[in-house]
């Protein structure tokens, strides 16, 4: 999960539900211009880009879902993000299946390719309450 800033969804509101039920890790940047996450812990601390982390210490730990905000998606589901590859240098390294659900208030949608092979693919698009699933190219529906 995430902690939201300035217009991302607030996924936050849900955190007492979902603790209930799963473990909750929140990303926290690297010198590297890449994540590594941390458990969901008290307090929050505003680090680079106003983002707030947590002062757990990271953990080297198995994600089995991935929700990140986005500015929109193209054609082939990839992900518009706000430009730093945070996000895409950190999944790259990922050599493992995780479900990547992208999540924004408008949807932002083009039909076009603009994103690099590069930038991270996700599963699930959420936007203005409606989801959409990404067609895989083995899906035979």
């Known amino acids: 999960m995430y902690i939201a800033k300035d217009k991302e969804i607030n996924l936050?509101?849900?955190?007492?539900f979902l603790c209930k039920k799963?473990?909750?890790y929140i990303p926290k940047m690297l010198s590297d211009n890449s994540l590594a996450?941390?458990?969901?812990?008290?307090?929050l601390s505003e680090v680079r880009f106003k983002i707030k982390?947590?002062?757990s210490k990271i953990e080297n730990v198995k994600i089995d879902i991935a929700i990140i905000p986005v500015l929109g998606i193209d054609k082939d589901f990839r992900r518009v993000g706000?430009?730093?590859g945070f996000y895409d240098r950190t999944f790259s390294k990922i050599d493992y299946d995780l479900l990547i659900i992208f999540i924004q208030n408008i949807k932002s949608v083009t039909k076009n390719k603009i994103c690099l092979k590069s930038d991270i693919q996700g599963d699930f698009?959420?936007?203005n309450g409606k989801t959409i699933k990404r067609k895989r190219s083995y899906d035979i529906s």
């Open 12 to 16: 936050y509101k849900y955190k007492r």
């Open 22 to 24: 799963f473990n909750i």
């Open 37 to 43: 996450f941390n458990k969901l812990r008290f307090p």
């Open 53 to 55: 982390e947590s002062s």
């Open 82 to 84: 706000f430009g730093k």
């Open 125 to 127: 698009y959420i936007a």
